[in-house]
């Protein structure tokens, strides 16, 4: 998870040097840190020679999915079949940015998109990987595609950003096991607004973490922080806003009682000096942690 300010940018690196993008933007311009973060990420892959397989913008935001356009722009090495898995709901052709990147994808042959709706796909991988992803209906534009990672014994789950009656739909949709985690990308960068108590007792994460800014629509909010059980000690709860980039290691096997992950942090962030974004010590982010009680989350 790279610290990108304002949005959310993940790079799933799988074995076999395969990558998938899930989110790609910063800021709510369809170009500027938009366009920085785009070239950047394509100049990450490409550096560490990883293939681009997937992108899963979660939902038609441009704080998550404006920079995809410049990332294709911006040239990579690419799979033979490149997937663009997204959501059937809300993404409006009218609207400039996302007209844009449609058209960007059009001039691609080696692109094949699935649109999800109240519906899941399963995307076998090799070495004992499979990707399951997932959306429901009915939240507008945060009506977001879920990504849930099993890799061998490893369980992880990528969330988009999500409200708690769309989380309920999807845990009624579905079952506890196509969401248990030990691994949690918390919804919309710990919005107050999601991550409910009925979700976090039955997804159970041990580890989780968040997309942060110094804004009030980027905040990991104290009553979210309370329904997951706190910081913990050692830490178990992350934010982009305290440690910069954030890298979760695991090779999928059970260690002990559980599953072993290494996580490694880097602030402020590969990119974080292109797109303005900050980091600032654990202290102070937690004053200034504010709560926005919403009754469909308890």
Not at 15 to 36: E, L
């Amino acid at each position: 998870m790279f610290n990108v300010g304002e949005g959310e940018c993940i790079l799933v690196a799988f074995p076999n040097d395969r990558a998938w993008i899930v989110d790609c933007g910063s800021g709510n311009s369809s170009t500027g840190d938009n366009q920085k973060l785009g070239a950047r990420v394509a100049a990450y892959l490409n550096e560490r020679g990883l293939k681009l397989e997937a992108l899963v913008p979660s939902h038609p935001h441009i704080d998550h999915a404006g920079g995809y356009r410049w990332l294709l722009q911006a040239g990579t090495l690419v799979a033979p079949k490149v997937w663009l898995f997204r959501g059937a709901e809300a993404w409006d052709p009218t609207r400039t940015w996302i007209r844009d990147l449609n058209q960007e994808l059009a001039g691609l042959s080696f692109f094949e998109e699935v649109a999800l709706e109240d519906s899941q796909r399963v995307f076998p991988m090799e070495d004992g990987i499979t990707a399951h992803l997932f959306a429901g209906s009915g939240d507008g534009a945060y009506t977001s595609v879920w990504l849930h990672i099993r890799y061998h014994e490893a369980r992880l789950l990528l969330t988009g950003d999500v409200h708690c009656r769309y989380e309920k739909r999807l845990l009624w949709l579905f079952t506890d096991y196509d969401f248990g985690s030990d691994l949690l990308k918390i919804t919309h960068h710990g919005s107050s607004s999601g991550t409910s108590t009925e979700f976090v007792q039955r997804t159970r994460p041990g580890l989780s973490i968040a997309s942060t800014a110094n804004d009030d629509g980027h905040r990991l909010e104290q009553d979210t922080l309370g329904r997951l059980g706190g910081l913990g000690q050692p830490r178990r709860v992350f934010e982009t806003h305290v440690e910069g980039d954030i890298v979760v290691l695991t090779d999928g096997r059970s260690y002990g009682d559980g599953i072993l992950y290494e996580v490694d942090l880097e602030a402020p962030g590969r990119f974080a000096a292109d797109l303005g974004a900050s980091v600032l010590p654990l202290s102070t982010v937690d004053q200034s942690r504010t709560s926005t009680p919403d009754a469909a989350c308890e």
